[in-house]
């Protein structure tokens, strides 16, 4: 089982920063992707970024250029750098684990979400 807490979320003015973090429980997190997701408003869920247990990253097109995701596997954190935010980052950050067994069984997790608001 893991556990993720996310952290960091709050109101931001349009152009702002915001650093997201999600610490996790057990002690096999480096072994998980890391990923982010986001629900809008009214909206589906929708993928932001991603970072593999070796620090391969990957970004929604709306967030490249203006938010990095990183981890820690000391501290069993992932985290997510927000800058130059946009009223439509505007959402629930909710971070995710995931991964494969040898049999290719998966197991993953949500986090309970932080919300995010962008606004003048």
């Known amino acids: 089982q893991v556990q993720l807490v996310e952290s960091g979320g709050g109101l931001e003015l349009p152009g702002g920063s915001l650093r997201l973090s999600c610490a996790a429980s057990?002690?096999?997190?480096?072994?998980?992707?890391m990923r982010w997701y986001r629900q809008p408003p009214g909206k589906q869920r929708e993928f932001v970024a991603g970072?593999?247990?070796?620090?391969?990253?990957n970004y929604a097109d709306s967030v490249k250029g203006r938010f990095t995701i990183s981890r820690d596997n000391a501290k069993n954190t992932v985290y997510l750098q927000m800058n130059t935010l946009r009223p439509e980052d505007t959402a629930v950050y909710y971070c995710?684990?995931?991964?494969?067994?040898?049999?290719?069984?998966?197991?993953?997790?949500w986090g309970q979400g932080t919300q995010v608001t962008v606004s003048s």
């Open positions: 970072i593999s247990s070796g620090g391969i990253t």
């Open positions: 057990g002690s096999i997190f480096s072994s998980y992707l």
């Open positions: 995710y684990a995931v991964r494969y067994s040898t049999s290719n069984t998966r197991s993953d997790y």
